[in-house]
C-alpha cells in the first residue's frame, strides 16, 4: 500500500465527523450489538455484572486508556487504513474483499496478542462468546466507518463497548486489569 493513500485515509478519517444520519445509525447498531451480546454473553457467563468500588479517578483512567488503545489505534489500523475511505472509488466486490480481509485480521489479531505479548489474556481472547462479539463488533465498526467516513464514528463505538466491558462486564477481571 503507498505512504500517500494511507495518509490520505487518515487525514480523510480524521477530518470527516458524523453527520445526523451517521448518529443515527450509530446508535441503532450500538443498540443492535447489545442485544445480541449482552444476553449471550450473560448466558454463557462470559459477562458477569461487577459492583463497581472503584474511585472516579480510576474509571475514567480506564476510560481515557481505552479511547487511546484499542479503540483509535485499532481503528485507523483495521479500518482506516486497511479499508477505503467512502470518498475512494471502488466496487462493491473490491470493498466486500478488503472488508473481509480486515475483519480476519482483525479478529486474529486477538489470540495472537494472547499467544505472544499478552499471555494472561489468552484465555479469554480464544474464548468462543469473546471471539463472537469481536467478530460482529469489527462488522458494526466497519458499517459505521465506512458510512460516515468518519474515524471518531467507529472509535465512539469500540471505545464503549469495550470501556463498559472492562469497568462493569468483567473484562477487567478476566484481563486481570482489575
Known amino acids: 500500500m503507498e505512504k500517500q493513500l494511507i495518509i490520505r485515509r ?7 465527523l458524523p453527520n445526523k444520519k451517521d448518529w443515527i445509525l450509530l446508535g441503532i447498531l450500538f443498540f443492535l450489538f447489545s442485544a445480541i451480546v449482552l444476553p449471550l454473553g450473560f448466558i454463557s457467563h462470559f459477562l458477569t455484572v461487577e459492583s463497581v468500588d472503584f474511585s472516579a479517578a480510576t474509571i475514567f483512567r480506564c476510560f481515557v486508556v481505552t479511547l487511546i488503545t484499542p479503540a483509535i ?5 483495521y479500518r482506516v487504513i486497511l479499508l477505503p475511505h467512502n470518498s475512494e472509488d471502488i466496487s462493491t466486490k473490491e470493498k466486500s474483499i478488503l472488508g473481509s480481509i480486515s475483519l480476519i485480521v482483525y479478529v486474529l489479531s486477538h489470540p495472537l496478542n494472547g499467544l505472544t505479548f499478552y499471555k494472561i489474556a489468552l484465555p479469554t481472547f480464544t474464548d468462543p462468546v469473546f471471539l463472537f462479539d469481536t467478530t460482529l463488533l469489527g462488522i458494526i465498526c466497519t458499517i459505521i466507518y465506512w458510512r460516515s467516513g468518519s474515524l471518531w464514528s467507529s472509535v465512539i463505538i469500540h471505545w464503549l463497548v469495550v470501556g463498559v466491558w472492562l469497568m462493569f462486564l468483567g473484562g ?7
Open 73 to 77: 489505534l485499532e481503528e485507523l489500523f
Open 10 to 16: 487518515i487525514a480523510s478519517s480524521i477530518t470527516t
Open 172 to 178: 477487567g477481571t478476566k484481563l486481570n486489569l482489575i
